[in-house]
């Protein structure tokens, strides 16, 4: 498999840049990859097309405000992006202006939190943290760490908000499941009145969701790692084989539970780390159904969509989505692939 196969042409005014203002207004292609059916409904309307007898699987990781403003002491502002916990109050960081924070450098935010850089890598920094409590701090001062094809000149405080899925619990993440944003609490709430089945996993989106693919080969890619859970009782839950379809919803949820399960299609409980790579000529062990968003050309999540409905198939479903002026990635509309 080759990168160049997974391009496609995106108008820019597809790309959504804000959500609507309701969650499940959102439009839904369906993909009957059977008989290569595809149509349209409201997202919404979602309830009428699943059977008491289906389940929704989640993910229930919550974005955190990863993204602070300070200044260093001796002067000059500066942007941290905190990617990965080290220990107490210790993270790696994407920095801007990363030259400038060299070894030992001392960072302002707040009257309440300082730092210091405690090592000066050529991709990252690591920043030690003097606060009382961290996470209550980025919570007052931080800033939800919208995709680069989001464009703010200044932050929207109602991204906050926005940019989280209404499930979130497990706080952990610096880019949303955002397959889960068109759901509301009605929604899950009728979902569950017509007996359809909600299972939440934990799979914590690292910052590698938004890495590029260099190599036109892509067995050389190396896919970043993220760590995920799987509770013993959603485990058995999921085991247990049932008449109705079990629908996958995102792309990270997906690939929780294809890392988790073992070679016979069972999915294995706790705590583990995934970097799994899915590609066309992947079998897959356990997704039968998925609920996605459209994603960005020569991306990891395109090339799994493609593994998952076939390359064709996935091209003129896309190709459909853009003639119809369907809305592309985060903020976008979704597609359900049964």
């Excluded at 498999?1 to 108008?11: R, T, W, Y």
């Excluded at 990781?61 to 916990?85: C, M, N, Q, W, Y």
């Excluded at 999921?238 to 890392?259: F, Y």
């Excluded at 996935?314 to 003639?323: F, P, R, V």
Aim: some cysteine; proline content about 4%; glycine content about 6%.
């Amino acid at each position: 498999m080759f990168l160049s196969q997974f391009n496609f042409d995106l108008p820019d005014e597809l790309i959504a840049q804000y959500p609507r203002s309701q969650r499940d207004e959102s439009r839904l292609m369906v993909i009957n990859r059977k008989t290569e059916e595809i149509f349209e409904i409201a997202f919404k309307d979602l309830l009428s097309f699943l059977d008491p007898e289906d389940s929704l699987i989640f993910n229930d990781t919550k974005v955190f405000p990863a993204r602070l403003l300070g200044k260093r002491k001796a002067g000059g502002r500066l942007e941290l992006l905190l990617t990965k916990e080290r220990g107490h109050n210790c993270w790696e960081v994407l920095a801007k202006p990363g030259k400038k924070l060299k070894l030992g450098t001392e960072l302002f935010f707040s009257d309440r939190l300082t730092g210091r850089v405690i090592e000066d890598l050529e991709s990252y920094k690591v920043v030690q943290f003097d606060c009382k409590n961290l996470m209550d701090e980025l919570d007052r001062i931080g800033i939800i760490p919208l995709p680069p094809y989001i464009k703010r000149e200044t932050p929207d405080p109602k991204d906050k908000e926005s940019y989280q899925t209404v499930y979130a619990q497990s706080r952990g993440s610096v880019a949303a499941p955002t397959a889960g944003l068109h759901f509301t609490p009605k929604l899950l709430k009728e979902l569950a009145e017509k007996g359809i089945q909600q299972e939440m996993l934990t799979l914590h989106v690292g910052l590698g969701t938004f890495q590029s693919i260099v190599d036109e080969d892509l067995n050389k890619h190396l896919m970043h790692e993220e760590v995920f859970h799987v509770s013993q009782e959603v485990a058995s839950n999921l085991n247990q084989k049932t008449l109705g379809r079990s629908i996958c919803v995102g792309t990270t949820t997906l690939r929780a539970l294809e890392s988790a399960a073992n070679s016979e299609g069972f999915i294995e409980t706790g705590r583990n780390k995934t970097s799994l790579f899915i590609q066309p000529g992947y079998r897959f062990k356990y997704v039968d159904h998925l609920l996605t968003n459209f994603h960005l050309p020569k991306s990891s999540l395109f090339i799994l969509i493609c593994a998952f409905m076939g390359e064709s198939l996935a091209k003129k479903a896309y190709q459909t989505a853009i003639e119809k002026q369907f809305k592309f990635f985060s903020y976008g509309d979704a597609m359900l692939i049964l």
